[in-house]
């Protein structure tokens, strides 16, 4: 890369945590893609965690599906996927999860965007309103390719344990939730709305609907039994709020009194036996959820569902924690929109899919190279980190007109916020139900979403979590609700 030149802006700092706790860094991105599309980023010490080498920042749409797309080049066995390095004593644990695996070269995964003949699994989740091709086509594999199963723990086991879980996530499974999760959502928000009444019209929408609804649909869907759910919310805070105190408390020490990676294997004990209890007993008492799909799948060692199930705890979480206040709070911000959502001008499809472009809920994902490598003009050696940024891809001018308008009807809508390539979400459709489900009942039940007080962010650049989000239930004009 050559130098920048002296009269250059300064390169911004999109690495550090804290930064987020205001929201999407707009305008640090819009520089980044603008002049500096691929750059160095300081993994300077933060929070009390160590310093890092560094890595290569990836901020155009174009870019950023790249990366995603070419697992040859950008691994993600290699150093997994977050920026901070986990202890190389941790590696070949962090490798067994599927998130940190890459696909034999020679599989069928092949991209989701851009390809004549994409596999259903991966079509479904690219802003499709009804993706049941992903389901179905990972359902009931009896045959695993032999040198798949062959190489379990490798890089090429990725295809395998892909198939695994959808063969648990089936499509029909997900569906018979909807009326669960629309009870809950009518639930959570009628509460939320008798106690604006009772009080002074305003409610944190976080506190009282937004986390129970994304924790207690994946209780729901996983088979934790209710007494048990609410261990979830616990290691989800551990594992993803690590670098925001209010979420996590304070960190736990390691030997050398470094804050300890909770993604370690020693921090992750309770969880992995909760998972094995929970498996024996799905043995003893099936029931129809993922949780008893996977004890009972023959294929599956132990080990590969203490991992699912750890996996899923995460993935299927706080994504869907941040998913739901981040759009509602778009709605808030924008009452032209939510008019035009209550009057039926706009589909609910295409609405899910632009509050998912405007608040992508990961921020990040890390590769490393696996070999030299070029992009956007950035000699990138081997071993390099490279990280996506979700957030910046999202709001891309090269593709996405008019970027910074909410526009709940754009269609096309290729936003990244479910990732792309091999790795593309899983539990996409599961997460678009449960989004569709949550802003019909809020647009047929909240005639007035009005943002009483700023939002508070998590402190963290994986996840672009919310805290808090007080919104007024009551209109501030007077105006009595009916009912
Ligand atoms: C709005 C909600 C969600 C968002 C934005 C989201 C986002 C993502 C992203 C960006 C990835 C790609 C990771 C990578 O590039 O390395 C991913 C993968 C994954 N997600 Fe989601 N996710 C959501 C909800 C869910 C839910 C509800 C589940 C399941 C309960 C789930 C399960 C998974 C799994 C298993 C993977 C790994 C796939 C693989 O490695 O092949 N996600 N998700």
């Not at 047929?444 to 402190?459: C, G, I, K, N, T």
Request: proline letters at 10%.
């Amino acid at each position: 890369m050559t130098p920048p030149a002296a009269d250059a802006p300064r390169i911004p700092d999109v690495f550090d945590p804290r930064g987020y706790a205001q929201g999407l860094p707009h305008s640090a991105y819009r520089l980044l893609r603008d002049r500096y599309p691929v750059v160095r980023q300081e993994e300077h010490e933060v929070l009390g965690w160590p310093a890092g080498p560094g890595f290569w920042a990836v901020t155009r749409h174009a870019d950023v599906v790249r990366v995603l797309k070419d697992f040859r080049t950008f691994s993600s066995h290699l150093g997994a996927t977050q920026i901070r390095d986990p202890d190389p004593a941790d590696l070949p644990f962090i490798r067994r999860m599927m998130l940190n695996q890459d696909p034999s070269p020679s599989s069928q995964l092949r991209s989701s965007r851009g390809d004549p003949n994409p596999t259903p699994q991966l079509r479904s989740s690219r802003g499709d309103p009804n993706p049941s091709s992903q389901l179905r086509s990972s359902r009931g594999d009896p045959n695993p390719t032999p040198q798949l199963r062959s190489s379990r723990g490798g890089p090429n086991d990725h295809g395998r344990l892909r198939r695994l879980v959808g063969r648990a996530f089936t499509r029909g499974r997900v569906d018979r939730f909807e009326a669960a999760v629309r009870d809950r959502a009518r639930g959570l928000l009628t509460a939320a709305l008798d106690t604006a009444r009772a009080g002074s019209g305003v409610v944190d929408l976080v506190t009282t609907v937004t986390d129970d609804y994304a924790l207690l649909n994946l209780a729901d869907v996983l088979g934790v039994p209710p007494g048990e759910r609410g261990l979830l919310l616990d290691w989800t805070r551990r594992v993803i709020g690590y670098q925001d105190p209010d979420e996590s408390g304070p960190p736990a020490s390691g030997p050398d009194g470094r804050p300890a990676d909770p993604r370690s294997p020693a921090m992750l004990q309770d969880m992995f036996a909760f998972a094995r209890e929970l498996a024996a007993h799905k043995r003893r008492h099936p029931g129809d959820d993922v949780l008893t799909a996977l004890a009972t799948d023959r294929e599956l060692a132990t080990p590969e569902l203490e991992m699912f199930f750890f996996l899923l705890t995460i993935a299927g979480n706080d994504t869907v924690r941040s998913a739901a206040p981040g759009g509602l709070l778009a709605l808030a911000r924008h009452p032209d929109a939510y008019r035009a959502l209550r009057a039926g001008a706009v589909a609910m499809s295409s609405c899910v899919e632009e509050l998912l472009r405007w608040h992508p809920p990961v921020l990040s994902f890390r590769r490393t190279a696996a070999c030299d490598t070029e992009l956007a003009g950035c000699r990138i050696r081997a071993g390099d980190k490279v990280v996506v940024f979700h957030g910046s891809a999202n709001y891309d001018e090269r593709v996405f007109a008019a970027p910074h308008r909410l526009d709940l009807a754009r269609t096309p809508n290729p936003h990244v916020s479910f990732g792309d390539g091999p790795h593309v979400c899983l539990g996409a459709h599961l997460a678009r139900l449960q989004l569709r489900v949550l802003y019909e009942e809020t647009r047929d039940l909240l005639p007035a979403l009005e943002l009483a007080a700023p939002p508070r962010y998590l402190v963290s650049n994986f996840i672009h979590g919310l805290k808090s989000l007080p919104l007024r239930l009551l209109p501030s004009d007077g105006d009595r609700l009916p009912g």
